[in-house]
């Protein structure tokens, strides 16, 4: 059985659908907050790291000091073996800790927009039920170029690097597929992101909306690829 951890950014950025799946398998996860200055855990207290989103940008140094503790920690995890996934913020972190530039993007996107599979994830086995378009959940101003020696998986209408995988180890998802009904309403309690310019920002009652008919199977989605990738 496989031991996760989960990395914590903000109160209001849980592990969502990814806490509900170990709970539900019985499988064990600790999480590490760094808004509560937790330490940093050992390396060999996991098999798998769950990187969690965040409003910060991989490159506030100065305001989130930890952020470079945690950038070297993942380099750690990748040389070690460890499996890892990132959601948004995490993907960021993910990117930046295999050499890629992340940077603002040209576009925000807030909201439950599609994201288009890549011919690449036919080869992976653990998005086997990731259909052709998926609506999910975005939240995130900023992107990444992908890193030498992954494989791009997934676009949108807005940000083309979506999802990559890098040698069947670790994974970025720069959506959050982690998301449900029961976890939006943290996300909507960051109101003035719906003020945000851009042709792919909704309105409060969009996203609600949309989490209702998008969330149950971007939920059944997560659950098979966490069955299949944590093996």
Same mark, same amino acid.
């Given at each position: ?52 989103g965040g409003p910060m940008n991989i490159y506030q140094y100065r305001e989130y000091p930890w952020l470079r503790g945690e950038r070297e920690f993942i380099q750690a995890a990748l040389q070690a073996g460890k499996k890892i996934i990132g959601f948004c913020l995490g993907a960021q972190l993910l990117a930046d800790a295999l050499g890629a530039r992340v940077y603002q993007h040209s576009q925000y996107e807030v909201g439950w927009f599609p994201v ?13 039920? /990731?259909?052709?378009? $998926?609506? &999910? ?6 992107? *990444? ?7 791009? #998986? ?18 970025? /998802?720069?959506?959050? $597929?982690? &998301? ?6 943290? *996300? ?7 003020? #945000? ?35």
């Amino acid at each position: 059985m496989s031991r996760i951890h989960c990395f914590q950014h903000t109160a209001t950025e849980g592990p969502g659908g990814v806490g509900r799946w170990a709970k539900a398998r019985g499988i064990p996860m600790a999480t590490t907050r760094f808004d509560l200055n937790h330490s940093l855990p050992a390396m060999d207290s996991m098999d798998v790291l769950v990187v969690m989103g965040g409003p910060m940008n991989i490159y506030q140094y100065r305001e989130y000091p930890w952020l470079r503790g945690e950038r070297e920690f993942i380099q750690a995890a990748l040389q070690a073996g460890k499996k890892i996934i990132g959601f948004c913020l995490g993907a960021q972190l993910l990117a930046d800790a295999l050499g890629a530039r992340v940077y603002q993007h040209s576009q925000y996107e807030v909201g439950w927009f599609p994201v288009i599979r890549r011919p690449a994830m036919g080869t992976v086995a653990a998005l086997a039920s /990731f259909p052709e378009e $998926l609506f &999910v959940l975005h939240w995130h101003g900023d992107s *990444f170029d992908l890193p030498a020696g992954t494989q791009w #998986l997934a676009s949108s209408g807005a940000c083309s690097h979506q999802a990559f995988i890098y040698q069947n180890q670790a994974i970025g /998802f720069q959506f959050h $597929l982690e &998301v449900a009904v029961e976890d939006l309403k943290q *996300f909507v309690g960051c109101g003035s992101d719906f003020k #945000l310019p851009g042709p792919f920002v909704q309105n409060e009652e969009q996203v609600w909306k949309g989490a209702g008919e998008h969330a149950p199977l971007a939920q059944e989605v997560l659950f098979e690829f966490l069955d299949r990738f944590t093996v």
